[in-house]
């Protein structure tokens, strides 16, 4: 069964840094690119960040280019997302993903609540 669990959010003040990650099991890890979306209400949830099967490839949505950092661990099955210099909005609730063929699964999802 596959599973992504999220950890790692909370209520921040804008700027400085924080990790996100997201557990994985149930699947081959190693072989798979990984995403994280994010999700505010009465808004479509967006893409963010994907890294490849290896950490050798990364990319990002332009808002967070040069903010946020995308990496996994194969060894762990977990994948991070490095939060720097948060803004109010890059409130929202952060989901891990991966799409095992063709179908995309989803971990519950972790808060992120930047506010002064």
């Known amino acids: 069964q596959v599973q992504l669990v999220e950890s790692g959010g909370g209520l921040l003040q804008p700027g400085g840094s924080l990790r996100l990650s997201c557990a994985a099991s149930g699947f081959s890890f190693s072989s798979y690119g990984m995403n994280w979306y994010r999700h505010v209400p009465g808004k479509e949830r967006e893409w963010v960040a994907g890294?490849?099967?290896?950490?050798?490839?990364?990319t990002y949505r332009d808002s967070v280019k040069g903010r946020f950092t995308i990496s996994r661990d194969n060894a762990k099955k977990q994948v991070y997302l490095q939060m720097n210099s948060r803004k109010p909005e890059d409130t929202a609730a952060y989901y891990c993903n991966v799409r095992l063929q063709g179908v995309a699964k989803w971990g519950q999802g972790t808060q992120v609540t930047v506010s002064s």
């Open positions: 890294v490849g099967d290896s950490n050798s490839m990364t």
